[in-house]
């Protein structure tokens, strides 16, 4: 009995189709549909523990590997190293149990979506039942202001529309009708005789019957796509999984040489283990995971500030690798609030300046400000605006701010916004011309009339309408204040005007009037003709004002927009050229051809693709898909019920604070509190500043890991002594490494961030010389460190204590001169400010001071090993310490020369 064309068939196939008695479903009857189809509820995927939630948060590689270590630690003695390494991981698993349990909430979102209950014809009598209890071939009865318990098929209906934006995109009400539909494949959006679960009614009235029930129905569809949509992993997720494996594989083989190394050479077997998992545990940074949560949440601090939400902490840096934003239009790109910006009247075209709901504005004619007073047809197009209409504009208190709201149709709403910008207002022109009586819109007239008598008892009809419908009925038309009658070229002119203003996707209403001799004409059944022509008004739903210069950006930042709306075409395509996405010879595709093209096509077809119109959910999630099968990095935005699978799918979903659904936000990674698009272009700059900053301390971790490796390594290999003892560096992995990486990870972000490419989701987090960096940075240090041993040594031989004392001072010195030229991808040490972060020089500060501690302070000196050093000790430590930084200062001043030097003598060839 399921099917997805219920809009193809006449009336009465429908419920002949459906079994619908004349006198409507019985109780019986209602009873066995609902133990064959179910109830009408939208089913939630199974829920996980919360123990589950928390248990799934251990079961990182690299966490393993860290409990294994920390096993090994805690064995051997070291506890103050276990118990620190345990709550490290204690504490990433806490903040990640705690995101995960928020974001499986878009279920019950749609279900407050849905009508709580319906008023039913059962057996012939008229009944108010919960609306879970419906069941296919109810017929049911809606009027303005319900929430459509089920898909229905219209039966009957007078001057019925749907406000459908969540479900479809499309900005306005759509008018409904009982008439068949006859393409199969037509949109949501066209599809005139149905209505659909969750939607809102918001005129007229209408009989239907109910057609699809629980996850049958199109909001159960798109249940159903949150549910299986896969959340991708994030390319962090995938590098840090990537870099832990390297680092614990690399790290496991140096440290058995280093231990068959030192038991060769005669060290005890005991030390050289001890000293083999010290130096395991320093090779493998287990204050990365921390370190990487701490840098997130200080950067989703950031980046609240700018009005952007993070609900997932890594897709902040997922969004600083974006390649595409898929973008919905109503709400997000435009204000979702219709507006008028060009009347024609009097054979004159008319600008009208403003956006929004806000009535300040002016009226231009060829670029002059028009005065009202001397345009007779202006102004009389404006009044029969506001006294044919029935929405109301006035100001409340929206979110602590006092705004201008239109409580109706948004359409008539626009209109009374234009007039109120001459002046204008509802409550007013409405006490000096009383409405007497109203011929409502309806879908076969397609145009309002209302009777009105002014101050001087004079009658009259005023009427707006479609101006194809309107001009049909139209004998005269106004000229200057004065009626003539309507010749041929003036109905010419009219429909110039009309096309003209449809071409750039303005929506179109005409307006006239008709003087009455009495109440009877109003009533009578040719009313509504010899009306006079006065005008006409084109409006549209207007992009906001800073969208145009965020899309600008994302250019410069190689970031493709691409525009995704259910919308109609036309009205997509005037957007995307006015902001600037659509470029020449860009393509748009609707929904019609996107349900005719095969996935392969459409990968093949969607790089060249920059807007998609008239598009259903499935369709949403299969260029989402098509983008990430291209290898995209894609950002889904939206605000409506319909985004939600898409915005689940995509590699970070945005959503809408102040008009998007529930659902839309639990699906969504990150929020915009704004909903401005030009948040996204800052949400964007901190996400690369995130990764950077990742980048940077991972840098200068690992340098400072490979340090302590070559030291011990070496030192191995050639016979020496253990130039550090385990404790020494345990010390120097926790504290020394710990507070300046995390001090990086708040530095600030590089100027020409936006101006580069986004990376290579594939890129692994070596790239870009990253790993030379590393390795050349990390050999340097342990090379000078070892060498201040080797020269401690020489010089007293049997203070073993001393040398290693010196060798540990460098190490740290060493490391800590470093982290300043991790600041820079490009640059040295000197390339920025030193004192810019003032976080990363009080970390600085803090190690040197905790260093000095365990070397000066007694009781200290047994536990870490350590002697202090005089004044000539500490003059070789630092001039060791800083050698490496300096040393590749020169071969980076060196290289630059050359390069100079090079292209200087091709020039003058």
Known sequence: MQKNDWHTMEVHDVLQMLSVPVDGLTNTEADKRRERFGENRLNEAEQKSWLTLFLNQFRDFMVLVLLGATLVSGLLGEHADAITIIAIIIVNGILGFYQELRAEKSLASLKQLTAPSALVNRAGEKRTIPAAELVLGDVIFLESGDRVPADVRVLECVGFEAEESALTGESLPVQKSSGCIQEVNAALGDRKNMAYMGTMITRGKAKAVVVATGMTTEMGRIADLIQTAEE??????????????????????????????????????????????????????????????????????????????????PSVETLGCATVICSDKTGTLTQNKMTVQRIWTGGQYYEVTGTGYDPTGEFYCAGKKAELARRPDLLRLLEISVLCNNA??????????????????????????????????????????????????????????????????????LSKGGPDVLLERCGYMLVDGVVTPLTRAMRKSIMQANYMMGAEALRCLAVAYRPLRSEKQFHGEDAERDLVFVGLTGMIDPPRPEVMEAISRCKRAGIKTVMITGDHQVTAEAIARQLGILPSGGLTVNGHDLYNMSDEDLKARVEDIYVFARVSPEHKLRIVKALQANGHVVAMTGDGV??????????????????????AKEASSLILSDDNFATIVAAIEEGRGIYENIRKFVRYLLA????????????????????????????????????????????????????????????????????????????????????????????????????????????VMAQLIHVFDCRSVEGGIFSRNLFENRWLVLSVISSIGLLLGVMYIEPFQPVFRTVPLGLVDWMIVLIAAAIPTFALAARRVTRRSTAQLGISGARRK
């Open 232 to 313: 991708t992993e994030t390319p962090l997720q995938r590098r840090l999984d990537q870099l832990g494996k390297i680092l614990v594989y690399v790290a496991l083989g140096i440290t058995a040489i280093v231990v068959l190394f030192g038991i060769l050479h005669g060290n005890d077997m005991y030390t050289m283990f001890l000293a083999g998992v010290s130096l395991a545990v320093a090779a493998i940074p287990e204050g990365l995971p921390a370190i990487v949560t701490v840098a997130l949440a200080l950067g989703v601090q950031r980046m609240i500030k700018r009005r952007a939400i993070v609900r997932k902490l």
């Open 392 to 461: 109301v504009l006035r100001q409340e208190q929206v979110k602590k701010q006092v705004d201008w709201v239109v409580q109706g149709d948004p359409t008539e709403g626009a209109l009374m916004v234009m007039a109120a910008k001459a002046g204008l207002h509802g409550p007013d022109m409405e006490a000096q011309q009383p409405r007497l009586a109203e011929i409502p819109f309806d879908s076969t007239r397609k145009m309002m009339s209302v009777l009105t008598r002014d101050q001087k008892g004079n009658l009259f009809m």
């Open 642 to 663: 319909n985004d939600a699978p898409a915005i689940k799918a995509s590699d970070i979903g945005i959503s809408m604070g102040q008009g998007g659904t529930d659902v």
């Open 704 to 811: 400072s890991n490979v340090g302590e490796i070559v030291t011990m390594f070496l030192a191995m290999m050639m016979g020496m002594p253990l130039p550090l003892v385990p404790i020494q560096i345990l010390w120097v992995n926790l504290v020394t490494d710990g507070l300046p990486a995390i001090a990086l990870g708040v530095d600030q972000a590089e100027k020409d961030i936006m101006q580069k490419p986004p990376r290579n989701v594939r890129e692994s987090i070596f790239a870009r010389g990253l790993g030379f960096k590393i390795l050349s940075r990390g050999i340097l240090i342990g090379v000078a460190t070892l060498a201040v041993f080797w020269f401690s040594l020489q010089m007293e031989p049997d203070d073993l204590i001393k040398a290693q004392s010196m060798a540990f001072t460098t190490l």
